[in-house]
Structures are given as C-alpha cells and as structure tokens.
C-alpha cells in the first residue's frame, strides 16, 4: 500500500511516534471500524477514527439532529438540526479526511438486524445509549466474533471494556438481564461532554491497538473514569461459564432485552420523551406521497431518505424511507405507536 505525499503529511504526527509505524497506519487504511450509535459517544469516537485514518467507517444511527445535542454531539452543525445523524456525521466528516470511506446506516440496531449490520466490520465501537441495543449488538459480535469495546458515560461517569469473542467474556457476562432504568437516561440526569471525550477517547486507544495487531489494554478489565473526582479505577471481570450468549449455550437471553411489540412493530423508548419505533420489514415508504397528504396542514420536511412532520408543537414523527421512525414530543408507547401509524397509514 502506497501512500501519497500528502497522506504522509497528514500522518505525520502518527509516524513519528517511537511505536507507530507506517505499517500500523496501513492497517489502520485496511480496518472497517463500526460505531453503533452517532450521538455523545458516537460524535468524539467518530472524528478521531476519521482524523486517524481508518480506512472504512461505518455509522449506525436512527435518530435526528436536534438543538438539545449540539452541547456534546460537535460533529453536528446548527444547520443540521433535523437531519439524520448518520447521514450528517458521514457529510461532516468527510470534509475532514476524505480518505476515509463512510458508511452511514439509518437504521436502529435491534435483534433482529444487528448481524446483518456490523458484518464486514473488524471492530465495533459503542455510541449507544440503551442496554438493549447493546445486548443485540453484543450477540452479533460474539456470532460473527468481531470485537466490540464497550462504553457508556452519564452524568460525570463512564465505563469501557473491550469484548474478543472467544477470549474474554460478553456484555451478556458483564450485565446479566440488567434493564434500562427509564428514570436514568441522558435527559433525565444529564451528561457532561468532558466525560464524554474522555470515554470516546479511551474506545478510540483500543481500536487502534486491535487494528495494528497490539493488546487492547481493556480485554478482561472494567476501567471506570469519575470525571467529578477526577479518579479512574480498573478491576477485572470474567467469564461467566453459563452465560446463555457467548458460552455455547444458546438460549440467548434475547427475551430480556426487548422493550415492547405490537403488530410485530417494535417500539422503544430513547433518551428525551420520544420512542424508535420499527417495523417487522422494509416498508419502502413514498415519501413524496405521504409528504403531499400530510402537507395539507402540517409542516413538512422530505429529503430522499426522510420524512419529517410537526404534528403538534414539540411533537414530530421522522420516517425513513425503509418504515423505521423517531417520535419525539411524547411519553407514551402507545400514543408513539398511535402518531407513527397515523403518519405511514397503516
Ligand atoms: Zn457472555
């Protein structure tokens, strides 16, 4: 692999660390990077993939840009307020390292599509902000065996591991049928960028110690970082020899980690009053069509991939073209449900 001069240029500060060769940038070019998740987490992870050069990254998120974000989601513009973050990431982003090769998802990843997502990636990195999507997630690594590092910050605390299928234990070990606690989300106690950067930073370090072929410093360790104290603490965590994902014994725990269906849609609850909710399948929604129907007397938005419409003040349902929504505005499944259907007539 050749680089051009420019690309030397660019790498330079890599290069001239005593441990960080030109064949560690190369593999580096070589590495699918996936990050689930484009939001507090996701946003830091992702530039500094891109500023590094990782050759291909890939973005799962099913959400909107909204003003609420732009306190720690700094990939995000004010002009992007409205617009999926997956596609607004790989546009900025882009303007950063055109080397790299983005590939924005905007899709929310559950059980039932988690494998057909991060397949092709060699390393998966958390932006998330449910268990249960990192559940879905941490059963597509360990099928496919693809590493996934772990993080999650609230308030001024965070946490990483990094799960290697087949060597360390899964999040499965680690959380047990743990449930998101509805009373404990970003919205609810808030988050501070700073441990944000601090945790995004720490998944980045093991993602280019896994790409260059080094020992992640957090396979089998627990690190913990208090950013109010300014404390970090590591122990060590361990297989669990029954657990139904990653020890050969296949029930796999999926039961636990489902927020709620109806009709075979499944919705679930986000950070700030407002539910994802997800079709059984690809609906290929018109867009254009609901766009003109809806437009009689409400305010809409339809760009290729989406469709957005102010119901009520504070109250918008975002489709995607494939049937996945975002409701925000309200803070009940059912009237989430009630809105989504309304919108895509079903
Ligand atoms: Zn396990």
Known sequence: MKFTKDQLERYSRMLALSDFSLKDQEALQRTT????????????????????????????????????????????????????????????????????????????????????????????LDGLDTIAARHAVNRASVKLRIPYVYAGALEYYGNITTFIPERTGCLYCLLGTARDDPQRTCSTVGVTPVILNVIASIEVQEALLLATGKEPHLAGKLMYVDMRTLSIDSFEIHRNDACPVCSGNHQDGSEATKVST?????????????????????????????????????????????????????????????????????????????????VVEM
């Open 33 to 124: 990077v996936t990050v689930v998740g484009a939001g507090g987490l996701g946003c830091p992870t992702l530039r500094l993939l891109t500023a590094l050069g990782f050759g291909t990254v890939r973005i799962i998120d099913h959400d909107v840009v909204e003003l609420s974000n732009l306190q720690r989601q700094t990939l995000y513009r004010v002009e992007d307020i409205g617009k999926p973050k997956a596609k607004a990431a790989a546009d900025n982003l882009a303007r950063l390292n055109p080397d790299v090769k983005f590939e924005p998802i905007l899709d929310s990843i559950n059980e039932r599509n988690a494998v057909k997502l991060v397949e092709g990636s060699d390393i998966i």
């Open 262 to 342: 109806s009709d075979e849609i499944t919705v679930s609850a986000l950070c700030t009053n407002s539910f994802n909710i997800i079709p059984p399948k690809n609906l290929s929604l018109d867009l254009e069509s609901i766009g003109e129907r809806l437009r009689v007397s409400h305010k809409v938005k339809v760009s290729g991939l989406f469709l957005s419409v102010e119901l009520e003040e504070g109250i918008t349902v975002t489709v995607m073209k494939k049937g996945t929504a975002v409701v925000k505005g309200v803070t009940d499944p059912d009237e989430a449900l009630r809105l989504y259907k309304s």
